[in-house]
């Protein structure tokens, strides 16, 4: 049976069903918003309507654009449940509270019509219980649909059937979320705190006894458990502030109070610290104050953290470990770990210690919570940011290493473990070509991870495909003819290295493929072009070789639009620059829907001076139609540079013009990101790929220019710019204008790019320019002069 998500109804608006609700009218869907009618005013749809507009003005954005919101209406359950009839899908998300759930759901039972589906984002609830009660139509439609908040940016969704789903509602859901909603879709079995918040708070109560074992800081912990363990900055307790302690504790309880037979349920116990900041009501940042609490100071604002004995908040103090200063110095997060786990000092003690009890735990919960040991990773992963999972973290410290740490700590650990404890160079995953195959406990073989055969995995690609690489970048075959050109310089800036293996990547598929895709897996596309390189040329007056690095660049980014081959450009998260000036000139973009576009040159002193200012001229005379205000249409293109504008997500670039309708696409899923560049690419090239001819560009010379003069000085005379601000805009507008041609007039993209070029220069020798520059090297602040 295939189905059709065209319209879902959210029940309960709070903060996770506002969110939810978002996320849906993220992706097209009409969205029904239900919640309890007031018991008193008129407006019988204000709680709902309320906690929409609250989620619409938090921070990061729960939507993709303005234009979403309009999918979504808001009601009440006594006079708009009926109108469920229409939906597709039910998703009930109200207070954790059996009774009041099962009231719903038999109003819910009244007005869905056979076949709908219906889940629960119960976070704790078993699913059989909620199950009780119904009818046979409704038990088979019905399973948990966990989102972890925010929906929109955290990518796990746990699907967890009830005894009665069908395999065709739970398969469906899996397929749904992963390719609709983006998630990574996880299966689990209807146990306490399913898999992600079972393992992951776990962790971090280990974490909590052994702060107060080890005699540490809030601070420490935090330094030691965030990026140079692969996990986010928040680490530990910024996190805990973030997602609420008591919400933490309410996880932790029901573990202690549901799974009596946990051999690690002693670990589940509030400490009395935290228990003291649930009784205070010190709940984090919905508080104001958790483990953290911002404070002013003569009129400056601090962060305080809380001392755990004495339980008072006090400057935060930071204490020096070698192991962490050695291990900043590694490449990878790999080698990072590696050497912390075995330093000598506290803060690999830590480690070492959270790393076994972690270890110990999640073999305990196979078969448990979940038959195979690859689900237990992409949940931890994908539910708390997590770069490796347990078992991933296990084979980074060695299967035997790990063991004897477990054994050494009095730890238990289960029979399927005993029985591989003398294989020789045992490790739970193996990589076999591109393949990646995960240790099945139930027929002691190692076998595919399921789903690969519609994804493209760089990193496992990349170990038997690589064909050219230097310090910055790497080609990769990607197979069926298209190769893909990954950078790896720090921050993916775009240097001297990049450029070459861009050039090298055109010259091999030219030669001998049939297409290009430009993708990494890093954590951010690309930060853009090295500033650091560009200001120490500027800084020492080589106007000569700056003049040289930005003709090779601008060379460069007119290859990718005037190559003999496709050139599709797959960009992620911070897309700055020279890197959206890659995108702006690629047949192609496949934007992941988390991707900030901007040409943000602007904020350095300078304009974009790789195309992007060019391109964006090109765009805005293909925009012109007879009869249009011109000056209008140059006044938005303008001042999206002007103003350093970054999309908020790929749908916002395609407002502000760094994306194409027609020609630029959006993918929810990163892990299908490379597969559709790469079948785009194809695409193009078996339609009959024929690279573009030259354009003449319609540029409107002194009409333009006195517009943006006017403009740039009623801002500088009104205070909101400085006077460098006011010459930058001047550049910039000369640029975009052509020059002070007398009419409009048509011009070569070259003349632009001399045009672009000269302006770059110009600014670079600026010593406000030189100081801003200095800044971002030097603090990575934005200085405005």
């Known amino acids: 049976m295939k189905r059709h998500i065209n319209k879902v109804a959210v029940l309960g608006s709070g903060v996770m069903g506002s969110r939810i609700a978002c996320h849906f009218a993220n992706i097209g869907v009409e969205v029904l918003l239900l919640d309890m009618a007031p018991k008193e005013g008129d407006n019988r749809n204000k709680i709902a309507e309320d906690a929409l507009k609250t989620t619409l003005k938090s921070s990061p954005s729960a939507i993709y654009s303005k234009s979403c919101i309009s999918r979504i209406t808001a009601g009440n359950f006594e006079d708009d449940l009926p109108k469920i009839n229409d939906c597709d899908w039910v998703i009930e998300v109200i207070i954790e509270d059996l009774k009041i759930k099962q009231s719903l759901y038999d109003k819910v039972e009244q007005y869905r019509k056979k076949g709908t589906l219906v889940s629960s984002n119960t976070s704790g609830i078993p699913i059989q219980m909620l199950n009780e009660g119904r009818s046979d139509d409704f038990k088979q439609h019905f399973c948990g649909t966990h989102f972890f908040n925010p929906p929109r940016y955290l990518r796990l969704l746990e699907i967890i059937p009830g005894p009665d789903t069908t395999q065709e509602v739970t398969d469906f859901h899996m397929h749904y979320g992963e390719l609709f909603l983006g998630k990574k879709t996880v299966l689990c079995k ?69 799974c009596p037979n946990d051999e690690a349920s002693r670990t589940f116990e509030i400490p009395d610290y935290v228990q003291t900041l649930v009784d205070n009501k010190w709940l984090g940042s919905k508080s104001g104050q958790g483990f953290y609490k911002k404070v002013k100071e003569d009129g400056k604002s601090k962060i305080l953290a809380l001392n755990l004995e004495s339980l008072e908040y006090e400057e935060q103090k930071r204490s020096t470990f070698a192991s962490l200063e050695q291990a900043k110095l590694l490449p990878s997060v790999e080698e990072k770990i590696k050497a912390l786990f075995h330093g000598k ?25 979940s038959d195979e040991i690859y689900r237990l990773d992409d949940a931890v992963r994908s539910g708390f940011g997590w770069q490796h999972g347990p078992f991933e973290l296990w084979d980074i410290i060695g299967f035997s290493k790990g063991l004897k740490h477990i054994k050494e700590a009095g730890l238990s650990v289960p029979d399927w473990i005993e029985r591989i404890e003398g294989a020789e160079n045992f490790s739970f995953y193996k990589l076999e070509g591109s ?48 190769l893909n050109l990954e950078f790896h310089s720090k921050i993916n800036t775009i240097g001297s290295g990049i450029i070459q293996g861009l050039n090298k990547a055109i010259d091999m598929a030219e030669k001998d493929y049939k297409g290009l895709v430009i993708y990494n897996e890093g954590d951010n596309f690309s930060a853009g072009a090295n500033v650091g390189l560009i200001f120490m040329l500027a800084i020492e007056q080589e106007l000569e070789e700056l003049d040289m690095a930005v003709r090779m660049f601008q060379k460069a980014t007119m290859r990718i639009r005037y190559s003999d081959i496709p050139v599709v450009v797959a960009p992620h998260n911070l897309t700055l620059g020279g890197a959206t000036e890659m995108s702006l000139h690629a047949d192609a973009v496949v934007a992941h829907a988390e991707t900030y576009m901007g040409l943000v040159e602007f904020g350095v002193g300078v304009i974009p001076g790789g195309g992007g200012t060019k391109e964006f001229t090109v765009r805005l005379a293909e925009e012109l139609e007879e009869g249009d205000i011109r000056t209008n249409t140059f006044r938005k293109r303008f001042l999206t540079i002007g103003q350093a504008k970054v999309s908020t997500s790929a749908e916002e670039a395609f407002e502000l013009g760094y994306l194409r309708r027609g020609y630029d696409h959006i993918v929810l899923n990163r892990d299908h990101q490379l597969a559709f560049a790469k079948a785009k690419a194809l695409e193009l090239y078996n339609k009959g790929y024929t690279r573009p001819g030259s354009k003449k560009v319609k540029v409107l010379g002194k009409e333009a220019m006195g517009l943006v003069y006017i403009g740039a000085n009623s801002m500088y005379s009104g205070n909101y710019t400085s006077e460098h601000d006011r010459k930058i805009s001047e550049k910039l507008g000369y640029v975009m204008s052509g020059g002070f041609l007398s009419e409009p007039s048509e011009v070569s993209e070259q003349y632009l790019l001399d045009l672009e070029r000269k302006k770059f220069l110009e600014l670079c020798m600026e010593r406000k320019t030189m100081e801003r520059m200095q800044s971002l090297v030097k603090s990575g602040k934005i200085l405005r002069n």
């Open 435 to 482: 393949s990646l195959k995960f240790y099945d406990q139930s027929s002691t073989s190692h076998e595919l991870v399921p789903g690969q055969e519609d994804k493209i995995n760089l990193k496992n690609r990349k170990a038997a495909h690589s064909i050219w690489g230097n310090s910055e970048c790497s080609i990769i075959d990607l197979g069926d003819g298209v």
């Open 345 to 369: 000092d506290k803060a690999s003690e830590l480690i070492r210690k959270s790393f076994t009890n972690i270890f110990a735990y999640v073999a305990n919960r196979v078969p448990e919570i």
């Open 190 to 258: 209807d146990t306490p705190a399913f898999i992600a918040n079972r393992i992951g708070v776990y962790s971090i109560m280990s974490l909590f006894h052994l702060v107060k074992e080890l005699g540490m800081s809030v601070t420490d912990v935090d330094r030691i458990s965030g990026p140079l363990l692969g996990r986010p900055k928040s680490a530990t307790f910024r996190t805990c502030d973030v997602v609420g302690i008591d919400t933490l504790v309410k996880v932790a309880n029901g573990v202690k109070e549901n």
